[in-house]
């Protein structure tokens, strides 16, 4: 599979990254001579944050063309992403040539604030699929158009969470929530009633962490206690006519709070350079995207979805993964638990491919009782880990293995693990039956 990046930048070199690193071919076109560095900085984040998300290897990256032309971008191409600058007379131009060029293709926009049949005026057949900043991590994209269905499947396909909307309206839904608290944020640093550092933290230690779980309705159904929703719009509601806010009365951005804005701003994050800063927000996203993956919760649903659809490992082959940031310590190391869970995971593994994983009601089960483990060299968060593993025990009631967790080739652990075979009704060690000890014994010759 082929895509089609047309122009590069921030969110063309996210979309980039998200097709490249799950296994598609991508070509980007754009003629600025600042693009290419542009998206290959943006493919560097995505290409260390991305994979942190799964317990599980992303496929084989993809092959990726700076391409010199327009047709040469998308000759061949499944999916074209149209990522250049808001004019509407460029995108109304450039995407009818796409139409012309990939006539087979996902012809889409990431505009937004266009609706699709402002942009189709010229005779393209784009839909809108609007992602948000970095593209390679949050999983919601607004598809706004007709016939979205295909493009939702191929979304999906990627771990991202397409949003079809049914009805074409001026900056579709999350950028008019957005742009109604960007409002009022302008209004208050005019005023003189807060800077730009309070307002960030009034969203990042309050709200905001409600909506990266609940959303808005969600939150405040929580807030009206027992009898949800209608007690809390019956008893907050009348607040919204006195009104607090600035609602659409917009501030004049002239110089002077230009300057102002951009004078707390440094003041509050000034000392940090943009790639810096990239790394502390990518890193922060892959922790909470993680806790809500394992709480199968919100945007944490879409990654755990997705990872199912990724390729297990083969062979003697237990693990393949990326280490995430979660799993290291102070000193940036990968912690000793964590070596414990990579080859708790191996076993699981081994367990899983013989059809002697327990389940609930099964009445046995598979304890560890021993585990040694050898500590090599140092594991770093985005390292590229795997763990080959072998039988050495597979016989009445005892499974031994041993592990080897490697990176490149190199050993950076090794472990030997022993379990036993439990009777959970009488809670002690007994015998296999039938042939699961033979099972387990091949379970990694396929």
Wanted: a negative charge; one cysteine or more.
């Amino acid at each position: 599979m082929k895509a089609a990046i047309v122009g590069g930048g921030v969110i063309g070199g996210g979309w980039a990254a998200r097709f490249l690193f799950n296994g598609w071919d991508v070509a980007v076109f754009d003629p600025g001579p600042d693009a290419r560095p542009a998206v290959e900085a943006v493919l560097a984040n995505a290409r260390r944050a991305l994979p942190m998300l799964y317990d599980r290897a992303l496929p084989p990256e993809g092959r990726l063309t700076f391409a010199p032309d327009l047709t040469f971008a998308l000759e061949g191409a499944d999916w074209v992403q149209e990522s250049v600058p808001e004019r509407l007379d460029l995108k109304r131009s450039l995407l009818a040539d796409c139409a012309r060029l990939a006539p087979g293709a996902i012809l889409a926009s990431s505009t937004s604030g266009f609706k699709p049949s402002d942009l189709n005026a010229n005779g393209a057949r784009a839909i809108v699929a609007h992602p948000f900043n970095p593209v390679y991590l949050l999983p919601l994209v607004e598809l706004v158009g007709l016939e979205t269905g295909p493009a939702a499947d191929v979304l999906r396909a990627i771990g991202m969470y397409p949003l079809e909307i049914g009805v074409e309206i001026d900056a579709h839904i999350a950028d008019r929530l957005l742009e109604a608290v960007w409002r009022e944020a302008l209004w208050l640093v005019r005023d003189g009633v807060a800077n730009t550092a309070q307002i960030d933290e009034a969203i990042r230690m309050g709200f905001g962490l409600r909506w990266a779980q609940m959303g808005l309705f969600e939150t405040y159904r929580i807030a009206g206690g027992p009898v949800g929703m209608a007690h809390f719009l019956e008893q907050f509601g009348p607040a919204l006519k006195w009104p607090w806010s600035r609602l659409t009365d917009v501030p004049d951005l002239d110089e002077a709070l230009i300057a102002k804005i951009a004078a707390q701003s440094d003041a509050q994050s000034g000392h940090l350079s943009t790639r810096a800063l990239e790394r502390v927000r990518d890193d922060a996203l892959v922790t909470i995207l993680r806790g809500l993956r394992r709480r199968d919760h919100g945007a944490g649903t879409v990654i755990a979805g997705h990872e199912h659809t990724l390729p297990a490992p083969s062979g003697a082959i237990t693990v393949r993964r990326v280490v995430p940031v979660t799993w290291t310590d102070w000193n940036g190391h990968m912690n000793e638990g964590r070596y414990g869970q990579v080859f708790s995971d191996a076993a699981d593994t081994v367990l899983a491919r013989a059809g002697a994983m327990p389940g609930t009601g099964d009445g046995w089960s598979f304890f560890t009782v021993e585990t040694k483990i050898n500590y090599v060299a140092e594991t770093n968060a985005g390292d590229k880990v795997e763990v080959e593993t072998e039988v050495t025990r597979a016989a009445g009631k005892v499974l031994s293995l041993r592990h080897a967790m490697r990176r490149d080739g190199t050993d950076l652990a090794t472990c030997d693990q022993v379990l036993v075979h439990v009777d959970m009704t009488t809670r002690r060690a007994a015998p296999m039956p039938g042939d699961m000890a033979a099972r387990l014994a091949a379970a990694l010759s396929g």
